[in-house]
């Protein structure tokens, strides 16, 4: 059977595994991947660039976040610890508030599409922008207070 062929539940198939046995079987479940599924394939990741959280079965079985399917990560490189895609692994981070969200596969990041891309440029416009107006205001409060103290 070549790879990709469209079966049936309860067909009888013969498929060569990677060792070159052929083994063959009644189908009793179909599995539905990703496209463009590269499994055996070593995803690698960049540093400070956005992707999409979707598990493989090391994160499902031993996951260490609170991450869901679909979330969006930024991939980040901490001090003291090894960098993105040392044993395939990486630490991401929450890309609007950069906060430290833990150690994931790379496997389990795919690179975000043009939709997710304007979403997430606006989502580091705004935090952008909100930080920029924070200061601003902290700045003019503090003038505020210290016009006010020289008045007295």
């Known amino acids: 059977m070549e790879a990709g062929a469209i079966v049936k539940l309860g067909s009888i198939v013969r498929v060569r595994l ?3 046995k052929i083994v063959q079987g009644e189908v009793k ?5 990703r496209a463009g599924d590269r499994r055996g394939a070593v995803m690698r ?6 992707y999409t959280y979707n598990p493989v079965l090391l994160d499902v079985v031993d996951g260490r976040t609170n ?3 679909g979330d969006m990560v930024r991939v ?5 610890c090894p960098k993105a ?11 609007e508030t950069d906060r430290f969200i833990g150690l994931v596969c790379c496997n389990s990041l795919e690179p975000i599409t043009p939709d997710d891309l304007a979403l997430g440029d606006a989502i580091l416009r705004v ?8 200061e601003k205001k902290l700045r003019s409060h503090a003038r505020k207070s ?3 103290t020289e008045s007295w």
Do not use: Q
Request: one cysteine or more.
């Open 18 to 20: 990677f060792d070159g």
């Open 29 to 33: 479940a179909i599995i539905e991947t």
């Open 45 to 50: 990741v960049r540093v400070n660039s956005l």
């Open 67 to 69: 991450l869901k399917k």
């Open 76 to 80: 980040v490189n901490l001090p003291g």
């Open 85 to 95: 895609n040392v044993m395939n692994h990486c630490h991401v981070a929450d890309p």
């Open 127 to 134: 935090s952008r922008v909100s930080k920029r107006d924070t």
């Open 146 to 148: 210290e016009n006010e």
